[in-house]
């Protein structure tokens, strides 16, 4: 059984720029989190979608958007990138969002 | 306060002793319950997953979950240099469909 695919796996990005950044889950899972992983706020939950909708949000500006489409892959996006934006994004996968989730190996993105 | 809270590290021990990790917590919907390794520059790997309150255990690790102190550890018997990494600690329930939220983690070190 394949794992969640994060592409791509690096990203060097301007300030002031935009990214997407694609996840695709497990086989027959329907949720899909992203996180932000920096070495000084650790995990930090963006969002979740379940079956093509948001379903939970967390504290990020809206610069910070996703979107699932209908077979479970998901983007998310980071308009007008700034500094404090790099970090590793993870996705993960679970089959409806409250049970156990497995991860990507992540996107790490610095913007300089 | 941190809704969940992972003893600091980091933890050094040498090869085959016994090793405990912890993590607290602050929300009583919580009611999933995982750990995850991770090592460097990868995606943290789900290692146990307990629904609600008791013990699993699995070849080598075994996790407690306290509901009722809101308490949940790891214990890793053996250990070998290979389980060397960060261990994070991970709940999720109630109505945050698809967030789990994270402790800060504990970097461990098992030295031959």
């Known amino acids: 059984k394949a794992g969640v695919t994060q592409t791509p796996r690096y990203l060097i990005k301007t300030r002031g720029q935009q990214v997407t950044l694609s996840c695709s889950p497990i086989?027959?899972?329907?949720?899909v989190s992203w996180y932000q992983q920096t070495p000084g706020q650790g995990l930090q939950f963006l969002f979740e979608?379940?079956?093509?909708?948001?379903?939970n949000k967390g504290n990020f500006p809206g610069r910070f958007s996703g979107r699932q489409f209908s077979n479970s892959r998901s983007e998310m996006n980071v308009s007008t990138l700034e500094l404090g934006d790099s970090a590793l994004y993870l996705c993960?996968?679970?089959?409806?969002?409250?049970?156990?989730?497995?991860f990507g190996q992540g996107t790490r993105l610095t913007v300089v | 306060q941190k809704e969940v809270e992972q003893d600091p590290g980091p933890l050094s021990v040498p090869e085959g002793a016994i090793v405990s990790l912890n993590c607290t917590y602050s929300?009583?919907?919580?009611?999933?319950f995982m750990w995850y390794r991770q090592y460097s520059r990868k995606g943290p790997e789900l290692l146990m997953y307990?629904?609600?309150?008791g013990n699993k255990e699995d070849g080598r690790f075994t996790a407690q979950v306290d509901k009722s102190s809101k308490y949940i550890s790891l214990f890793i018997r053996d250990s070998q240099p290979s389980d060397s990494a960060t261990y994070l600690c991970?709940?999720?329930?109630?109505?945050?469909?698809?967030?789990?939220?994270f402790g800060d983690g504990t970097t461990l070190t098992v030295k031959p």
């Open positions: 993960a996968s679970s089959f409806q969002g409250h049970t156990e989730a497995f």
């Open positions: 929300n009583s919907a919580f009611q999933y």
């Open positions: 979608y379940f079956s093509e909708t948001q379903r």
């Open positions: 086989s027959g899972h329907r949720s």
């Open positions: 991970a709940m999720s329930g109630g109505t945050n469909a698809g967030k789990s939220t």
């Open positions: 307990t629904y609600s309150s």
